[in-house]
């Protein structure tokens, strides 16, 4: 990976490309890919089970031009989730995969773990004699410039002029490879700085015709690996006849550009060069020409297409990866929006941060965070903020944040973006996104247990939507008032809500809403034991989300589905249907599904299964309690696995740890209640304490219960 090559290193690449040396289908690779997708799953955890892959063998990870990604003042990584798989990569038990890392900066926060793990290799003084000289022979395989036949003082008089610096010797080369009347003693006469490479650098692209230095500007301008069409589209409007693939080709064989699968890039060092010496910006101004606010927005978008600057061609650039998207159907992995992320990267450059969100939004939750890369994602959206200038924008990036930030658990971090997203709305008078903010914030206080402080935000929303008729808005906050009843225990008022809304849902032709509706319905009759039409529900919940092809309403269809079973005494059913819940990552409810599922294993007497179950649910919440304490429903999951990991039978009777378990869960139990001892919540997680109960034949869980219902 390189950050000038067509995969940059961030961790998202990291995993995708060490995860294609596996065997493409089986337990590994599924198991794998549903540890990336799971948001509570820690960084270094995750690359720690993708390393126990490569248990034996040999496999070299080379990070290329990392210094782009090290803070020149703290000396450290700008990019936390990949400094966290590099420690856990230091740290980790013995696997097969090494890394090699070449960088200008060395990074201060990986050189201070785990040093007698790492070996440092200095290259300050470059290529010792004889391997300097070596390298300029071999690039003059063909003798053209004198450098293969050149005696060996000449040649240890270039050495030291260069310092043995990898690229200054290939710049040396291009330059007589350019100009054939320069000999190498006339070049060696010229004087030059500490700044050796950069000038050698400079010398040769100077050498270049005016074509070819266009040539070197473009690929500079894109900074990753393009295809002659690219710098054909960007050099339009200069060079209109140009032909880049023999130039690019030339360019290869002078050591000026490399190649990579048919595209091409340039060194760093030669990228920073080309890219230095063209003009930032248009002056629009002239003596002669009076520059009036009209004609210089007119100017200014001719500019676009027009002016050899920094910022017009940065633009083109992407405008060109605009036009060369897949079609949206082909959009399956992360390598299918490698041109929507480089026109956001080089958007970005650009400093038009307006149009980057813009092209953020399309892949956002439909695709990033559907796949799983959900802190990268939140990283993108950081990146342009407090950088956005249109206020409509400001607020897709706040909500984008807000959403992002709650979907892993960081709740609390996720209401203060909403916040300043309502703030906004409210400024600038904009209702539908005003009753967008409340309706979020609502559900962000809802998980941690402020119920009426949710439903008033909920009744403000109603009563605007119903101002403005908007009505797939007004089915939003109705849902969301059932859920808030339904929570209270007040079950008969949450049908109510729920039915309203599926009559609106269905007038707006709003299917992912009807199937939610419908999965809401079948929690309402499950908690009041009308078993029947609960499974009626989830079954149609289910039907609609197949037929939309909808992740988020099949993981909680079938997660409701196999309570159903289980009350009904059908475990064989159960099982089937939470095991399809549990196909289908959903963060904010897979510590509860793991949880079921390991109830249901135990109920089966399959007291491992549900051992593997109860630990892993654990795992997830304390992922979520870590960043949000007052997660009500991680606490409840937690509680309930740790009692089903004493009553499957984990630790001996009269262990001293399955008395440490117990009190853990009580206390576990007593944090949930002080935040949400409503009476909904509470009965949803009794009935499951109370089906644990039924394979607790030493009573051991005897004074669990009275924790789990709020009591003393």
Same mark, same amino acid.
């Given at each position: 990976?390189?950050? !000038?090559?067509?995969?940059?290193?961030?961790?998202?690449? &990291?995993?995708?490309?060490?995860?294609?040396?596996?065997?493409?289908?089986?337990e590994?690779?599924?198991?794998?890919?549903?540890?990336? =997708?799971?948001?509570?799953?820690?960084?270094?955890?995750?690359?720690?089970?993708?390393?126990d892959?490569?248990?034996?063998?040999?496999?070299?990870?080379?990070?290329?031009?990392?210094?782009?990604?090290?803070?020149?003042?703290?000396?450290?990584?700008?990019?936390?989730?990949? *400094?966290?798989?590099?420690?856990?990569?230091l740290s980790?038990?013995?696997?097969?995969?090494?890394? &090699?890392?070449?960088?200008?900066?060395?990074?201060?926060?990986?050189?201070?773990?785990?040093?007698g793990?790492?070996?440092h290799?200095?290259?300050d003084?470059?290529?010792? *004699?004889?391997?300097?000289?070596?390298?300029?022979?071999?690039?003059?395989?063909?003798?053209?410039?004198?450098?293969?036949?050149?005696?060996?003082?000449?040649?240890?008089?270039?050495?030291?002029?260069? @310092?043995?610096?990898?690229?200054?010797?290939?710049?040396?080369?291009?330059?007589?490879?350019?100009?054939?009347?320069?000999?190498?003693?006339?070049?060696?006469?010229?004087?030059?700085p500490?700044?050796?490479?950069?000038?050698?650098?400079?010398?040769?692209?100077?050498?270049?015709?005016?074509s070819?230095?266009?040539?070197?500007?473009?690929?500079?301008?894109?900074? @990753?690996?393009?295809?002659?069409?690219?710098?054909?589209?960007?050099?339009?409007?200069?060079?209109?006849?140009?032909?880049?693939?023999?130039?690019?080709?030339?360019? &290869?064989?002078?050591?000026?550009?490399?190649?990579?699968?048919? @595209?091409?890039?340039?060194?760093?060092?030669?990228?920073?060069y080309?890219?230095?010496i063209?003009p930032?910006?248009?002056?629009l !101004?002239? =003596?002669?020409?009076?520059?009036?606010?009209?004609?210089?927005?007119?100017?200014?978008?001719?500019?676009?297409?027009?002016?050899?600057?920094?910022?017009?061609?940065?633009?083109?650039?992407?405008?060109?990866f605009?036009?060369?998207?897949?079609?949206?159907?082909?959009?399956?992995?992360?390598?299918?929006?490698?041109?929507?992320?480089a026109?956001?990267?080089?958007?970005?450059?650009?400093?038009?941060?307006?149009t980057?969100v813009?092209?953020?939004?399309?892949?956002?939750?439909?695709?990033?965070f559907?796949?799983?890369?959900? @802190?990268?994602?939140?990283?993108?959206h950081?990146?342009?903020?407090?950088?956005?200038?249109?206020?409509?924008?400001?607020? &897709?990036?706040?909500?984008?944040?807000?959403?992002g930030? *709650?979907?892993?658990?960081r709740?609390?971090?996720?209401?203060?973006?909403?916040?300043?997203?309502?703030r906004?709305a409210?400024?600038?008078?904009?209702?539908?996104?005003?009753?967008?903010?409340?309706?979020?914030?609502?559900?962000?206080?809802?998980?941690?247990?402020?119920?009426?402080?949710?439903?008033?935000?909920?009744?403000?929303?109603?009563?605007?939507?119903?101002?403005?008729?908007?009505?797939?808005?007004e089915?939003?906050t109705?849902v969301?008032?059932?859920?808030?009843?339904?929570?209270?225990?007040?079950?008969?008022?949450?049908?109510?809500?729920?039915?309203?809304?599926?009559?609106? =849902?269905?007038?707006?032709?709003?299917?992912?809403?009807?199937?939610?509706?419908?999965?809401?319905?079948?929690?309402?009759?499950?908690?009041?034991?009308?078993?029947?039409?609960?499974l009626?529900?989830?079954?149609?919940?289910?039907d609609?989300?197949?037929?939309? *092809?909808?992740?988020?309403?099949?993981?909680?269809?079938?997660?409701?589905?196999?309570?159903?079973?289980?009350?009904?005494?059908d475990?064989?059913?159960?099982?089937?249907?939470?095991?399809?819940?549990?196909?289908?990552?959903?963060?904010?409810?897979?510590?509860?599904?793991?949880?079921?599922?390991?109830?249901?294993?135990?109920?089966?007497g399959?007291?491992?299964?549900?051992?593997e179950?109860?630990?892993?649910?654990?795992?997830?919440a304390?992922?979520?309690?870590a960043k949000?304490?007052?997660?009500?429903?991680?606490?409840?999951?937690?509680?309930?696995?740790?009692?089903?990991?004493v009553v499957?039978?984990?630790?001996?009777?009269?262990?001293?740890?399955?008395d440490?378990?117990?009190?853990?869960?009580?206390?576990?139990?007593?944090?949930?209640?002080?935040?949400?001892?409503?009476?909904?919540?509470?009965k949803?997680?009794?009935?499951?304490?109370?089906?644990?109960?039924?394979?607790?034949?030493?009573?051991i869980?005897?004074?669990?219960?009275?924790?789990?219902?709020?009591?003393?």
């Open positions: 990976l390189s950050e !000038t090559g067509s995969h940059r290193v961030n961790f998202a690449n &990291v995993f995708a490309d060490l995860s294609k040396l596996l065997p493409a289908s089986g590994t690779a599924e198991r794998l890919e549903e540890i990336y =997708k799971n948001p509570q799953t820690s960084t270094g955890d995750k690359m720690r089970a993708l390393l892959a490569f248990p034996s063998g040999r496999v070299i990870l080379l990070l290329d031009n990392f210094e782009t990604l090290i803070d020149p003042e703290s000396l450290s990584l700008r990019d936390s989730e990949l *400094s966290d798989a590099l420690n856990a990569l980790g038990q013995h696997h097969a995969v090494k890394a &090699v890392i070449t960088t200008r900066i060395a990074p201060r926060d990986l050189a201070m773990g785990e040093p793990r790492q070996q290799l200095s290259l003084e470059g290529l010792e *004699s004889p391997y300097a000289e070596n390298v300029l022979r071999e690039m003059d395989a063909d003798g053209r410039v004198g450098l293969k036949t050149a005696p060996d003082a000449l040649l240890n008089k270039a050495r030291e002029k260069t @310092r043995g610096y990898p690229r200054a010797l290939e710049a040396l080369y291009a330059i007589l490879s350019v100009d054939r009347y320069t000999t190498l003693e006339e070049l060696l006469g010229l004087s030059l500490d700044e050796v490479v950069q000038k050698l650098v400079g010398e040769a692209f100077n050498r270049l015709d005016p070819a230095q266009k040539v070197m500007q473009a690929l500079a301008v894109y900074n @990753r690996p393009v295809s002659p069409a690219a710098i054909d589209y960007l050099l339009q409007p200069h060079l209109p006849s140009i032909d880049s693939a023999l130039v690019l080709n030339r360019l &290869v064989n002078m050591h000026f550009a490399r190649r990579e699968a048919g @595209r091409y890039y340039l060194h760093p060092a030669d990228k920073e080309a890219f230095s063209i930032v910006e248009k002056d !101004t002239t =003596k002669d020409t009076k520059v009036t606010k009209e004609n210089q927005e007119e100017s200014l978008l001719a500019s676009r297409l027009n002016a050899f600057t920094q910022h017009d061609l940065l633009n083109r650039a992407a405008d060109y605009a036009q060369a998207r897949k079609p949206r159907e082909e959009w399956k992995k992360l390598d299918d929006l490698a041109a929507q992320l026109e956001f990267e080089l958007r970005c450059e650009a400093r038009d941060y307006d980057a813009s092209v953020l939004d399309d892949i956002d939750f439909d695709y990033l559907r796949w799983g890369h959900y @802190r990268f994602l939140i990283d993108l950081l990146r342009v903020k407090d950088r956005l200038r249109e206020k409509m924008l400001i607020m &897709v990036n706040m909500y984008g944040l807000g959403l930030l *709650s979907y892993i658990g709740v609390k971090e996720a209401i203060a973006f909403l916040k300043d997203g309502l906004l409210r400024e600038g008078k904009n209702r539908d996104w005003e009753t967008t903010f409340l309706g979020s914030l609502a559900n962000r206080y809802a998980a941690l247990g402020n119920t009426h402080q949710a439903i008033e935000f909920y009744e403000e929303t109603l009563v605007m939507d119903r101002e403005s008729k908007n009505r797939k808005s089915s939003v109705l969301g008032l059932g859920n808030r009843y339904q929570e209270l225990g007040d079950t008969q008022k949450a049908i109510k809500y729920y039915e309203q809304a599926l009559i609106l =849902k269905h007038e707006v032709s709003d299917r992912p809403g009807e199937s939610i509706v419908f999965n809401n319905l079948g929690l309402s009759y499950l908690d009041i034991a009308e078993y029947h039409k609960g009626e529900n989830f079954l149609q919940a289910i609609v989300a197949n037929e939309i *092809s909808y992740p988020y309403v099949q993981h909680f269809g079938h997660h409701g589905l196999a309570e159903v079973y289980l009350y009904q005494y475990l064989v059913n159960a099982r089937v249907t939470i095991e399809a819940a549990l196909q289908y990552d959903v963060p904010e409810n897979n510590h509860n599904v793991t949880t079921l599922h390991g109830i249901i294993a135990l109920r089966q399959e007291r491992e299964t549900a051992q179950a109860f630990a892993k649910s654990i795992a997830q304390d992922e979520i309690l949000t304490p007052d997660y009500y429903s991680a606490l409840d999951a937690k509680g309930l696995a740790l009692c089903g990991r499957s039978g984990e630790w001996k009777v009269g262990s001293g740890e399955r440490k378990v117990v009190a853990e869960a009580v206390e576990t139990f007593k944090r949930a209640r002080k935040i949400a001892p409503h009476a909904g919540v509470v949803s997680v009794l009935r499951l304490f109370d089906e644990l109960v039924k394979c607790d034949k030493d009573g869980l005897k004074d669990v219960r009275k924790a789990a219902e709020g009591g003393d």
